[in-house]
């Protein structure tokens, strides 16, 4: 994971060398070319939702929303899974993500604080519930992400993987 106690942006030496190295990958041109067309189908997505809204003259809520279509653009591109977060679809990892992104008030407070508990690892172990709420956020992602990887190495194993995301380049 990049966020989280052992995640990329808090990890430092030779683990923070060798997570770099593994999702640097994914940031090569050609990566990033095969993963365009995920992105451009959300934003086109998001853009017919808030169109719809308009249509009636209803409200969007774009903070919400920029969350959901951020999920669901790396599902696709990463993963090849639609989480349905622009459609408001319940699921552990979307309500995962909703605890470590949280939407409204000071997001930049929150993302100071969550950095600052996992940097400091005596505090990261202090019972304040916004730690076990990233805990336990972070474990239902990471289950997520091991399921979707196991379930790929079975489809490349039996030659029905698409290759369409960052896991099948």
């Known amino acids: ?35 365009f067309p995920a992105f451009t189908r959300q934003a086109d997505r998001l853009a017919a939702k808030w169109e719809a809204a308009a249509d009636i003259g209803g409200t969007v809520k774009a903070d919400a929303d920029f969350g959901a279509v951020t999920l669901d653009a790396l599902g696709e591109a990463a993963f090849g899974v639609d989480f349905g977060a622009l459609e408001d679809r319940e699921s552990e990892v979307r309500a995962a993500y909703q605890a470590l992104f949280p939407t409204g008030g000071s997001q930049v407070f929150r993302l100071v604080y969550n950095y600052v508990l996992n940097q400091f690892g005596a505090l990261a172990k202090i019972p304040l519930g916004r730690v076990e709420q990233q805990r336990s956020a972070g474990r239902v992602i990471d289950k997520k992400v091991l399921e979707v990887i196991a379930g790929r190495r079975e489809e490349a194993r039996s030659g029905k993987g698409n290759g369409g995301d960052l896991l099948g380049q």
């Open 1 to 35: 994971m990049i966020l989280g106690e052992k995640g990329l942006v808090c990890v430092q030496g030779a683990d923070h060398t060798k997570q770099r190295r593994v999702i640097s990958q994914a940031f090569k041109f050609e990566a990033l070319q095969g993963i």
